[in-house]
Structures are given as C-alpha cells and as structure tokens.
C-alpha cells in the first residue's frame, strides 16, 4: 500500500524541452480549468495545500511533478479557459503534446471531469485522444456534493450516455467535501503501480 501523504512536490515543467526523462512510471490528471484538480489531488494525497488551489480558473499552467514513492503523479494544465490568451493556449497545447508523445512511463491517467455539467468539447477530445491512444485510464466525476440525490441521479445517467461510446470506462463519483470516492482512487492508483 502506497503511503500517499509521502509525496512531495518534485519540479515543474513550462516548456517542451524542460521535459525531464521518463525514469518511473506516471499517473497523470488531466482535466478542464475549474474542475476541481488541484482540490483532487490535496484530498488523495490526505494534504491540505500541497497542490495549490486557485481562487480563479486557468492558474495551473505547467506540468507539475509530484513523487511519491516508486511513481510520479503529473498535473497537467488545465484546458478550455475562455480568458487565458490564444498564445498561452497554444503555448500549453504544445506542452501537453509533447508531454504525451515522448515515450513516457504512463500507466493510468485520472480525466476529470465536473460531474454537474455536461462533458465540455475539450473533455470528449481528450477522452478521444486517450482511447485511440490506447493510454489506460478512469474518468472521475467531481464536485458531487454540489448536486442533491435527484440532480445527482440524472447527471450519473447522462454522462453514462455522453462516455458510452469509448467503450466501456470506469467512472468514480467524487468529491473533494466529504471525501466521496477517495479511497476508490487510491486503491485504483495502488492496483495499478502494483
């Protein structure tokens, strides 16, 4: 069992070429500005502000490297902030490109998504890229506190049909308040570096 509330921020990267070499393996979470990632991760690794939380969307824009143990946890930027500049998006597309396509060591990646709306056209694209890809991974629904039961219902059945034509994707209900779904990640994360 990985003894999660070791790890220790490690190096971020803002560039391409900072990219360091792939020598363990990599769990990486991927998900949209304003979805909950940096909340996520605090409430996996049992720390309060080892990912830092943003009061506005878009404020993580560099692969951040996180070890812990015989892995690293990598936390992408943030996608689909209407408010950053077409430069910086194409500036973090890049990066993520790179990221993916330099035979790195990955094993799993967490898509996060915000289990109250419907899958945003980065989310599908990603999931997409992921799958032809073949690069395993799970899709967490967060912020499930925010809904009550019938909401909450009504959201799980339709993003069961927004995701239905990847295949068949393992979905976590989340949520950063009352800790929903946090052990389910990290006997996920365990099974997988096992």
């Avoid at 069992?1 to 900072?18: I, R, S």
């Avoid at 993580?60 to 950053?84: C, H, Q, S, W």
């Avoid at 068949?168 to 006997?187: A, H, L, P, Y």
Wanted: aromatic share 8%; with cysteine; glycine share 6%.
């Amino acid at each position: 069992m990985l003894n999660f509330q070791a790890a220790k921020f490690e190096f971020c990267v803002g560039e391409p070429q900072q990219l360091p070499i792939s020598d363990c393996v990599e769990i990486v979470f991927s998900g949209r500005s304003n979805v909950g990632k940096s909340s996520f991760i605090n409430k996996i690794l049992n720390r309060k502000s080892l990912a830092r939380v943003g009061k506005r969307p878009g404020k993580t824009v560099t692969i951040n490297f996180y070890k812990l143990e015989k892995l690293r946890l990598v936390d992408m930027p943030g996608y689909g902030y209407a408010k950053v500049a077409f430069s910086e998006k194409i500036r973090w597309a890049g990066l993520v490109e790179k990221y993916f396509n330099s035979g790195r060591k990955i094993i799993l990646v967490l898509q996060i998504v915000d289990l109250r709306h419907p899958l945003s056209k980065q989310d599908i694209d990603m999931i997409n890229y992921l799958t032809i890809r073949e690069i395993p991974f799970i899709i967490v629904a967060t912020k499930a506190d925010k809904l009550n039961k019938s909401e909450r219902i009504t959201r799980e059945s339709e993003l069961k049909k927004e995701i239905e034509r990847f295949g068949n994707i393992e979905v976590v209900i989340f949520s950063s308040v009352t800790g929903e779904g946090s052990d389910k990640i990290r006997s996920i994360i365990d099974e997988t570096v096992i």
